[in-house]
């Protein structure tokens, strides 16, 4: 039987603004990415997530970002790599101190959005958020995307990678992710959508938006949870992944 990882980004209400579906999806995953109040998410949000993280028995990450909440942290800034060292220290550090007084333990880093695609190609940057995990825990994993700069970063500070993919986001012929700017980024019909996932985990490849066919070796796939039908779309991945017999469960 296949394993795959099935993870999901979590806790990006803040305020009075409640967005995604997290206790409808948390029955259905494996591992979640907690936002850390930077690009989404605030103290009393992360504190709910990690508690109901933790009643669902399900392992928990941090999801540094950009500090850019009107854009989601999906916008690209001009940062020197000492400063993605100072902002993903903060925020896993905080993330961390709501994990401990809740009796739990932090099981990866997951970079956000902009931040995440800047080192997926960005040696730099990538090493820079690998040191900042090493630096605060280096049995933590890190998650990022396959066959990216994020292999050689963790190979540089030892830490353990969980390569990931996509289940909605189309991709380039060099195994990036086609950008939320061009219109086809977005895979909006769950019945590609999840060929797509049962074909890069049994097969370990994957269609480009050019047509070609390559190599993909993921080790968790990613459930966005602010979708319309997000809840409905983890649902059927998780029940498609049983017909297949691909068992859910996060690394360990």
């Given amino acids: 039987m296949v394993t795959i990882d099935l993870n999901c980004d979590l806790g990006e209400g803040f305020g009075a603004y409640q967005i995604g579906n997290d206790d409808k999806i948390l029955p259905f995953v494996s591992s979640v990415n907690i936002a850390c109040g930077f690009h989404a998410g605030d103290p009393t949000v992360m504190r709910q997530t990690v508690e109901k993280s933790l009643r669902n ?6 999801h540094p970002g950009f500090p850019d909440l009107i854009g989601f942290g999906r916008r690209m800034m001009r940062v020197s ?15 961390d101190g709501f994990i401990r007084a809740a009796g739990g333990r932090m099981h990866h880093v997951k970079p956000h959005g902009a931040l995440y695609n800047m080192a997926a190609t960005d040696q730099e940057i990538g090493d820079a958020i690998a040191k900042a995990i090493y630096q605060i825990n280096p049995e933590l994993f890190l ?3 396959a066959n990216s700069k ?3 970063a963790a190979e540089k500070y030892e830490l353990r990678l969980v390569q990931e ?3 909605d986001r189309t991709y380039q012929l060099d195994g990036t992710l086609t950008s939320r ?3 086809n980024a977005i895979i909006k019909n769950e019945d590609i959508a999840i060929e797509q996932v049962v074909q890069m ?6 269609k480009t938006v050019g047509g070609k066919i390559i190599n993909i070796d993921a080790q968790t796939i990613c459930i966005h949870g602010d979708g319309e039908h997000a809840v409905q779309f983890v649902e059927k991945i998780y029940r498609t992944f049983r017909l297949n017999d691909i068992s859910i469960c996060a690394p360990k």
């Fill in 57 to 62: 028995n399900v392992e928990i990450g941090a």
């Fill in 81 to 95: 790599p000492d400063e993605v060292y100072d902002y993903v220290l903060y925020q896993i550090g905080a993330l």
């Fill in 143 to 145: 998650y990022g995307l």
């Fill in 150 to 152: 994020f292999i050689q």
């Fill in 165 to 167: 993919a996509f289940a």
């Fill in 181 to 183: 700017t061009e219109e």
């Fill in 201 to 206: 985990v049994k097969e370990g490849n994957v």
